[in-house]
T-cell receptor
Framework: EDKVVQSPLSLVVHEGDTVTLNCSYE??????LLWYKQEKKAPTFLFML????IEKKSGRLSSILDKKELFSILNITATQTGDSAVYLC??????????????FGQGTILTVHP | DTGVSQNPRHKITKRGQNVTFRCDPI?????LYWYRQTLGQGPEFLTY????????KSRLLSDRFSAERPKGSFSTLEIQRTEQGDSAMYLC????????????FGPGTRLTVL
């Protein structure tokens, strides 16, 4: 069974801090890893990673994938209160009769204090 | 707004009643997914459509659950004889398809079964 584990489960920081969120996975037939941000509503898409070692960047957020060690990290620099959310990691691992469903981790709850 | 939409946003029902939710995907997307999310957990896959064909169903989807996508556009998810354990957020996502599969989520329908 495919498995995605995120750590830490929760994190409390102050504005301006830098945070690193971790996602490890055990899946067969890995295709891609996705990061989402969820703020009391539906997850919003952040990044899709398919290749090892290539950093994806969007403003203060960046992410990288290591397919050998089976993990990804999401970095947020100069955190702001608006970054407070649950960050979800998901893996797509099609195979057999699976056509691209996502398997999610349990999420990391990030709280940024002013 | 050209994103994924879901109706209703909230549904409160009594145990034993039937409920139906609707999802309208992004118009050019041919793949549509249903997920269920309970408090403190990441979304769990329920079922997947490519156009009008339902290609995969999770073991989570008991025979009380049925989903359709009759013309390959909107989709409905029906739960018959609801139970308190069905209380959750039901999320719909869509994607364009192809090799890589960024899924975009709707706002969800929050179901409460009393």
């Amino acid at each position: 069974e495919d498995k995605v584990v995120q750590s830490p489960l929760s994190l409390v920081v102050h504005e301006g801090d830098t945070v690193t969120l971790n996602c490890s996975y055990e899946v067969t037939n890995f295709r891609s890893l996705l990061w989402y941000k969820q703020e009391k509503k539906a997850p919003t898409f952040l990044f899709m990673l398919t290749s090892s070692g290539i950093e994806k960047k969007s403003g203060r957020l960046s992410s990288i994938l290591d397919k050998k060690e089976l993990f990804s990290i999401l970095n947020i620099t100069a955190t702001q209160t608006g970054d407070s959310a649950v960050y979800l990691c998901a893996v797509e691992a099609p195979g057999g009769t699976s056509y691209g469903k996502l398997t999610f981790g349990q999420g990391t709850i990030l709280t940024v204090h002013p | 707004d050209t994103g994924v939409s879901q109706n209703p946003r909230h549904k409160i029902t009594k145990r034993g009643q039937n409920v139906t939710f609707r999802c309208d995907p992004i118009s050019e997307h041919n793949r549509l997914y249903w997920y269920r999310q309970t408090l403190g957990q990441g979304p769990e896959f329920l079922t997947y459509f490519q156009n009008e064909a339902q290609l995969e169903k999770s073991r989570l989807l008991s025979d009380r659950f049925s989903a359709e996508r009759p013309k390959g556009s909107f989709s409905t998810l029906e739960i018959q004889r609801t139970e308190q354990g069905d209380s959750a957020m039901y999320l719909c996502a869509s994607s364009f398809g192809g090799t890589y599969n960024e899924q975009f989520f709707g706002p969800g329908t929050r179901l409460t079964v009393l």
